[in-house]
């Protein structure tokens, strides 16, 4: 498993490299995700990487798959080596490192924030103007989830660091405090 990761660090910094040579990394990443979801299943691995299937059926396979023009010629090509090296199952690895730099290049930051009901767009703003002073200043992307058992209030995580300002947590620690 440690060489996959390392192979998949390896096709994601090149293509990172690459992009920011070039100045497109915005455009990368959206490929990448338009690859990845695509792509980047078990069913496709399998299917595209069948030994009997030719290079020739391989390349109408993808451009039945990918319409021209959605995504970049590159990153075509990226999907085709990938095929053709046998390591289609990494894309998604690719896409998620790739995504983890360009973060980093841009100072930005995931927040996965669970609550109890959906937040509107006024109360997401809050939350990541909130988060990204906790941030150091630093763009927050949300990336949001819901669980009605937190019952209100919510859970944020920033990396390594947990945020739960949740109200079922509350009861719990009042319940302690009380016992």
Same mark, same amino acid.
Request: avoid cysteine; charged fraction near 30%; proline fraction near 3%.
């Given at each position: 498993?440690?060489?996959?990761?390392?192979?998949?660090?390896?096709?994601?910094?090149?293509?990172?490299?690459?992009?920011?040579?070039?100045?497109?990394?915005?455009?990368?990443?959206?490929?990448?995700?338009?690859?990845?979801?695509?792509?980047?299943?078990?069913?496709? %691995?399998?299917?595209?990487?069948?030994?009997? $299937?030719?290079?020739?059926?391989?390349?109408?396979?993808?451009?039945? =798959?990918?319409?021209?023009?959605?995504?970049?010629?590159?990153?075509?090509?990226?999907?085709?080596?990938?095929?053709?090296?046998?390591?289609?199952?990494?894309?998604?690895?690719?896409?998620?490192?790739?995504?983890?730099?360009?973060?980093?290049?841009?100072?930005?930051? %995931?927040?996965? %924030?669970?609550?109890?009901?959906?937040?509107?767009?006024?109360?997401?703003?809050? %939350?990541?103007?909130?988060?990204?002073?906790?941030?150091?200043?630093?763009?927050?992307?949300?990336?949001? =989830?819901?669980?009605?058992? $937190?019952?209100?209030?919510? $859970?944020?995580? $920033?990396?390594?660091?947990?945020?739960?300002?949740?109200?079922?947590?509350?009861?719990?620690?009042?319940?302690?405090?009380?016992?």
């Amino acid at each position: 498993m440690a060489l996959r990761g390392t192979a998949g660090r390896r096709y994601a910094q090149a293509v990172f490299d690459l992009a920011k040579e070039q100045g497109s990394l915005d455009r990368w990443l959206s490929d990448l995700k338009v690859l990845n979801g695509i792509f980047g299943t078990p069913d496709a %691995v399998s299917t595209l990487e069948d030994p009997k $299937i030719t290079e020739e059926d391989q390349r109408r396979l993808v451009s039945e =798959h990918l319409p021209s023009g959605v995504v970049s010629d590159l990153a075509v090509n990226l999907l085709l080596l990938l095929v053709q090296r046998s390591r289609l199952a990494l894309l998604p690895r690719v896409a998620e490192l790739f995504q983890e730099m360009y973060n980093k290049e841009k100072g930005m930051v %995931v927040a996965d %924030v669970t609550t109890a009901v959906p937040l509107d767009a006024e109360h997401q703003k809050r %939350v990541a103007d909130q988060l990204s002073r906790i941030a150091g200043g630093k763009t927050v992307e949300l990336r949001l =989830h819901e669980d009605p058992r $937190i019952l209100g209030g919510m $859970i944020a995580r $920033i990396g390594d660091e947990l945020i739960d300002a949740s109200v079922a947590t509350r009861l719990a620690d009042l319940s302690d405090r009380l016992s």
